[in-house]
């Protein structure tokens, strides 16, 4: 062992001990006759002292040499600080240098191994061993195997077996692309790697496993927007011979766990709103509910008069914005730009000032009166000192915008606290959801999902308007994690499929032996899966994704570092049975 | 939910109780007047009964079309059993049905789902979703998740951080074939599936995260000799500023605490043997030694004589098996055909019989006298009652020959017993091997594996003689883990590619990634890894890994159940920018 302690761990108990510290020299401050260098390992920073009256003159000499990010070890002992920094766990003691060996010199690293780097994104990527020992990256990497391992924990204590499902599967042209790999040994086929361990999770039902889970890289070939991966990690479960609320229960009971071991933040049981509930009061089927801003529809009180945007529109809808009263006008036109930028698509909004004495001042006065504005006020719940924001036009769309200037909104208000955590589930999803390209229904889950039994009389003649027994967790304005309830006997399997446009040859041929399972008696059964990625950022307070993953891909899914992927050469093609089809 | 408790948990307690069960029938015996069923889920079976003069004439009735595998949900009341079942936990009591619900008709599975079926290995495969509902498929999946959660406890509990490395990263052509990925955003460019993750764990250590560990997937695309499987499972593991010493002990510790907690065995320290040690006394690199049988070798008393065949031979080599002096004629010949197999390639055997008054009679009489078989005896360690074996030729072949008779022996002698446990550590391994085929030498275990530096001098002279800090443990003749010390600075490494057949440039564009980050501060480090599939087999007392595999491939590398690999469309071929290149 080169240590014999790490540098995160010494303190005034261990004075005049001597130890051995390994670790990367973070700074020096070379004074002349006296030289302390901060020496770095995963745990902490611990303070060396080199010291001309004190120090053996060749290792007083030497560690004048001693560059940033050096690996070295020392031999000394622990002493007392002169100067104590309260501010770090070693602040107490510091190392008088008997012994030095440099394990490794380093190059001056091309960005600063700082909290608060000089490093852009793209040098930090392709150096990313070094952007790891930087405290964001490295704790974040620390954070997500502490919940990975709660998790784990929590369900295996309640029987959960974790399975590892296969990662070379089938390719099914259903959902999005698949990365596929071209079989050597099966001339001219080809394995996919999973999106999901869905179909897999379900035969273990059939095999009656019936509490599953797996913590599972998974993988889609999609355009990447920003904060996508192409190989992204799923806390996968499932379970037999449950109703949808043994499923909310028990993973309710997960998040509120690892909100509470990991956060020290107890939660209430989760509220459960209605997708229906939830585009109606926040146009959105993840609700950020740590503020509330909920729409207030206008139509009644806004289309009796003869202002004839709102006349035209199918739905007028307004959320009121608390304290914002006193905006100035230019504030107000600077939103107004906002939401008719493309990304949100509004052709122009409304908006009412509720004074303090109870009057209002609105950009449509000369069409509604105070009467209307109390109406409005009332139906948004704008208290005095708010503002009005209405937009008008086709629903589904302008319920869309209105939640994009909610949720910047609630930003620009620092209503969006990180350390606040907010979990709901939104339930009763529809099925099936249009798809106006394809011109045909699209399962809105999976073709796997079972829809309510109530609702089955609608396939034919309203498919829109089934609904399925299917779920998603949502925190902080995020889908964390999503499920169902699933379909389990093959007839009903079979009518799904031929609802979703597959032939019967189709169906048989994808997902036969699916099929061919629920006939040798599969139990009901239903899950949900978390996106682990996710999860872990928004526990951690993070925004996006990136840091969490030890070495993430680019937006054009390449690995910078390693610099991946790349050419194969001729006789790997030929023995893979395929040639380049490049356009030249 | 379907049940209020499972069928493994009722016994004699709860007597009286009302319960709802929900599980498989697992089978009926209908006597008319009375119906049994016995009603299986994961957690074991408990006996239901239909009485024609206690249950509800209708719930009777349906109780005698249920067929095997049906899944039912029964309510009714836990009553003491007439005729007791001590083998099983709920042997003392059974559940007088008064309602039962089907839940899902099956169709007769084409194979008994009892612990011996008579369904065989290809048609087990091909619907292994009612196999896993055979316990000997389903314990070996829970025993599976046992030992992968205690070695996550274990790990985690020593500071180990658990990290994600990619699955998509990079192509190399050294060692075995890669599983390839076509990009679609990068034109005629590939991924390949990680073979290990050995290059990022690295990676890891120069980033400052001194203690990794993962259970992850590992690809390799070569051709499936028994019992090997494409994709497979490795714990795998690095830590940096340590020497092979902290890594055996710690590695060690993790097996022996395994060993405890799943098996209740307690072991000893490990032995360590170098290879070269092992390869002398057992002919092997993975010797079992839960039992003797070492070599003796006998070329100082057995070339002094005028029997041609020794005397050409680089190496007479025996082995004294205990008791078998009493082996008839005709199992000396069969033995002797089997070790003349081509599997095995002796050209023959020689055999001296060790009687029990002290005498010896062996095939060689003509040559040998009674004081050259004392010393026979004598170097194998042979008692009375024993028999020797003796084969000779080139000293590596021979060795290996010996060595497959030991095994064959040891198992027909009942010496492997599957409940004693008997590990080791082999150190020293080789350096580089040399590869008859390509005429130059390959990295016996990766190009990242550190020489002795004592014997770097030999690295131009004799390189097949210079040692590595690499070792294996090995668990009742399976190598269960390997790793080594690896090269940690720029030059070292580089010098490694050189002699490894490498020009500059190619091992800067496969692994100058890696290089180059060993320039920026990178500590010693070292590490291993385990075969989870063959630890957990091993473990679990089985030959096998394929029953610790939930869904297995066979021998062409197929998935039967979904039948994979598969075509895949022609959109498909062109948005990947490749085409087929088939052998018509």
């Known amino acids: 062992m080169y240590r014999s302690h790490n540098c995160g761990e010494l303190n005034a108990s261990h004075i005049n001990t001597e130890v051995t510290l390994a670790g990367w020299v973070q700074k020096s401050r070379d004074k002349g006759f006296m030289n302390w260098v901060d020496l770095r390992d995963r745990y902490g920073i611990t303070q060396l002292i080199f010291d001309e009256g004190r120090t053996d003159k060749t290792v007083f000499e030497q560690a004048k040499t001693l560059g940033r990010e050096f690996v070295i070890q020392v031999k000394g002992t622990v002493i ?155 806390i996968d479960c499932e379970m037999a011979f449950v109703e949808q609320e043994d499923i909310l229960n028990i993973f309710e009971g997960l998040t509120r766990h690892l909100l ?106 000369k069409f509604f009166d105070h009467d209307d504005l109390v109406n409005w006020a009332k139906v948004t719940g704008a208290k005095p000192g708010d503002m009005i924001f209405l937009l008008s036009g086709p629903a589904d769309k302008t319920r ?36 106006e390209e394809s011109g045909r229904y699209h399962a809105m889950h999976h073709p796997f999902t079972s829809p309510k039994p109530e609702d089955m009389h609608l396939l034919d003649s309203e498919p829109g308007k089934v609904r399925a027994n299917a779920y998603d967790m949502v925190l902080n304005g995020n889908e964390i994690g999503g499920g169902s309830i699933r379909i389990h006997d093959k007839a009903t399997q079979q009518l799904m499929f031929k609802y979703l446009g597959f032939t019967e040859d189709e169906a048989k041929a994808q997902f036969g032996f699916l099929m061919d399972a629920f006939q040798f008696g599969a139990p009901p059964h239903g899950g949900l899966a978390f996106g682990l990625d996710r999860l872990v950022a928004i526990l951690g307070g993070q925004e996006t994704i990136r840091d969490f993953i030890a070495f993430p891909k680019n937006n054009s899914g390449r690995d910078v570092m390693i610099d991946a992927p790349s050419a194969i050469d001729a006789v790997q093609l030929k023995e893979l049975h395929i040639d380049l089809n490049i356009n030249k």
Chains 1, 2 share one sequence.
């Open 80 to 234: 007392e600080r002169e100067a104590k920094n309260k501010n770090i766990a070693t602040g107490e003691i510091e190392i008088l240098v008997t012994e030095l060996t440099i394990l490794n010199a380093a190059l001056t690293p091309p960005f600063t191994i700082e909290d608060e780097t000089d490093g852009g994104e793209d040098i930090r990527m392709k150096y990313r061993y070094l952007d790891i020992r930087r405290n964001p990256v490295k704790n974040s990497l620390l954070f997500r195997h502490k919940v990975a391992m709660e998790v784990r924990k929590y369900l295996s204590d309640l029987d959960f077996c974790e399975v590892e499902t296969p990662y070379l599967i089938k390719s099914t042209p259903e959902g999005a692309r698949d990365f596929v790999v071209p079989s050597r040994m099966n001339e001219g086929q080809f394995y996919a790697l999973p999106q999901s361990p869905q179909t897999f999770k379900q035969l273990l039902m059939v095999g009656g496993m019936d509490k599953y889970f797996q913590i599972v890289k998974c993988f889609r070939d999609e355009d990447l927007r920003a904060d996508r991966q192409p190989e992204f990690t799923q």
């Open 260 to 365: 509470k071991e990991i956060k020290g933040v107890e939660v209430d049981k989760f509220p459960r709103m209605t997708y229906e509930h939830a585009m109606k009061t926040y146009g959105n089927d993840k609700p950020d509910i740590r503020f509330g801003m909920e729409f207030g529809e206008l139509n009644e009180f806004a289309q009796h008069k003869e202002f004839p945007v709102f006349n035209a529109a199918e739905l007028v809808v307004g959320i009121a914005v608390p304290g914002a009263g006193n905006y100035t006008r230019k504030e107000i036109d600077a939103l107004i730009e906002w939401v008719k930028r493309p990304q949100v698509g509004a052709s122009g909004m409304v908006y009412a000032k509720c004074n303090e004495d109870g009057t209002f001042k609105s950009s449509v006065d």
């Open 400 to 435: 869309a915008q209105l939640s994009a200037l909610r949720m910047e909104l609630a930003t620009r208000l620092g209503l969006r606290n990180p350390a606040e955590f907010a979990p709901l589930w939104v339930v009763d999803f529809p099925l099936l959801e249009f798809d």
